[in-house]
């Protein structure tokens, strides 16, 4: 397995300055290259990492935001744990949904169209979701959410790793992982306002508690819906693919602050896609050397999903129920272990991950967090305070190992194992299984906790046990390796063939 810092990059010479001084574009591959070097200081590049970090940032924060008030949902609409698990998971089928969509069109109508349009999924969803006068409108408006969450994830990811140089501070690795701790972020928010509207709202209104912190997921959607549109521009990767290299050579002096001019022969030229752009793209995730990184990308995505959502989303239900604790304390045990543990592990992935690896660094948490599942159901059901403690650090042990390893890099492997011509679909497949692992995790994790008790650890511990396995089978390191210079190996050939660095 290469390390980080010196896997083999494919084609990683700079475009040759033209007589005048400027970059000249000769092919997709130049206009790659210059994205690989990095922006001139002072560009947009870093404002459009940011807009897509927002999106995730939203997509976190519509998931896990129902998180506290799934109790109060079931008490108000009468519903039996199966329909608790419908309401639940109705978001993750609608992310099901919206991922596959979603990355075909990211790839087939360009990153720019798609990220303009979802957000406004997330305002009539959240609104709907606010005002819900039955558990079937609340399951249909989390279903449509989840529409928003399943296609902007795929987007939001290209743009993260098509607006980033390739290696050293900030590299592509380190962004696309910088979706972590923004995502716990996003989940430590929806707690901090479930805490300020638990502490404001009179008694007689706490029913009103988990609509408040539904509907208020339409804030920031509005927020980002105003601001985009004067930063984002298209991927100059993704556009210089399509044949627009005058196109790409905006964006870069837009976006990137390069003077960047289109050679006469290249204009000259009638330029193609490196692939074209179809529904047959998901059937190349499974052949040649996408098959590997497909199959470890999907294994690490699913068990890490599985994990997170049955002990992160329900971490409310572990902490009141499992360790008998008050709602106060509830909330302030949820808000500190996920700023304190999750989040603090996420930056720490992203600071490090440049000189360590993702391989390395995902085999690590997924270590930490079977040690913490394994812990967990040893312990059970704590009856002294020594062992509530042990059970709060174990909880702790488990978000940051997911923090450091699978939650940051579970995107890393999906996002950086395709070329820009394949990314699209490639997250698109990635979340798609995901959210299935989701869907499954928030549906049944009711059902399992209230017949295993914590017994159900045993049940969870499997999924970082299948994440290692998978892992040790195929070590593929993805940071610092020149994935979009694949798309340019053999243009002529829709079927990249090329030598993977191991």
Not at 48 to 77: N, P, Q, S, T
Not at 116 to 140: E, H, I, K, R, T
Not at 151 to 158: E, G, K, R
């Amino acid at each position: 397995m290469s390390s980080a810092s010196s896997a083999s990059s494919p084609g990683s010479a700079l475009a040759c300055p033209s007589s005048n001084g400027r970059a000249l574009i000769r092919s997709a591959a130049d206009v790659s290259r210059l994205v690989n070097a990095g922006g001139a200081p002072g560009s947009n590049a870093r404002i459009v990492v940011a807009i897509a970090l927002g999106g995730v940032f939203l997509d976190a924060y519509d998931l896990g935001a129902l998180a506290f008030g799934l109790k109060d949902v079931a008490r108000e609409f009468s519903l039996s744990p199966a329909g608790t698990g419908f309401v639940a998971s109705a978001i993750t089928f609608g992310a099901i949904v919206g991922a596959f969509l979603g990355g075909f069109l990211t790839d087939r109508i360009g990153r720019y169209r798609v990220f303009m349009a979802d957000m406004f999924f997330f305002v009539v969803a959240a609104l709907a979701c606010a005002l819900a006068p039955n558990a079937w409108v609340l399951g249909g408006a989390r279903f449509v959410m989840g529409l928003g969450v399943g296609i902007d994830l795929p987007v939001a990811m290209a743009f993260l790793a098509e607006f980033s140089r390739l290696s050293g501070r900030g590299n592509k690795a380190a962004r696309v992982a910088m979706w972590c701790p923004v995502w716990y972020a996003a989940i430590s928010v929806s707690y901090l306002l479930v805490l300020a509207f638990y502490a404001t709202l009179p008694a007689s209104h706490s029913h009103l508690l988990w609509r408040l912190t539904l509907g208020f997921g339409a804030v920031p959607a509005l927020v980002i819906i105003a601001i985009r549109s004067r930063y984002i521009s298209e991927s100059p990767v993704w556009a210089a693919n399509q044949g627009d290299l005058a196109g790409a050579a905006r964006i870069l002096q837009r976006s990137y602050g390069i003077d960047a001019e289109v050679a006469p022969e290249a204009i000259q030229a009638a330029a193609k896609p490196a692939r074209v752009a179809s529904w047959k793209n998901y059937g190349a995730l499974l052949r040649g050397v996408y098959a590997r990184r497909t199959v470890l990308a999907t294994v690490i995505g699913v068990a890490s999903s599985f994990a997170y959502n049955a002990v992160a989303f329900g971490l409310p239900v572990i902490i009141s129920s499992f360790l008998a604790q008050s709602m106060l304390t509830t909330i302030l045990a949820s808000l500190a272990l996920n700023l304190g543990f999750a989040f603090v592990g996420g930056l720490i992935a992203v600071r490090t991950v440049p000189r360590f690896g993702a391989w390395n660094m995902t085999v690590c948490g997924y270590v930490i967090q079977f040690g913490a599942l394994v812990g967990l159901a040893i312990v059970g059901k704590p009856a002294t305070t020594p062992e509530v403690v042990s059970a709060i650090a174990l909880l702790a042990a488990f978000l940051f190992g997911q923090g450091i390893g699978p939650g940051s890099h579970s995107m890393t492997f999906a996002s950086l194992g395709y070329p820009t011509s394949l990314r699209g679909v490639g997250v698109g497949l990635n979340q798609t299984l995901m959210r299935a692992s989701s869907t499954v995790s928030l549906f049944l994790f009711p059902v399992l906790a209230a017949a295993l008790n914590t017994r159900v650890f045993w049940i969870i511990a499997i999924a970082p046990l299948a994440g290692l396995v998978a892992l040790l089978s195929v070590r593929w390191e993805p940071s610092g390796y020149d994935v979009d210079a694949e798309d340019f190996a053999d243009t002529q050939n829709a079927d990249v063939r090329v030598t993977e660095a191991v």
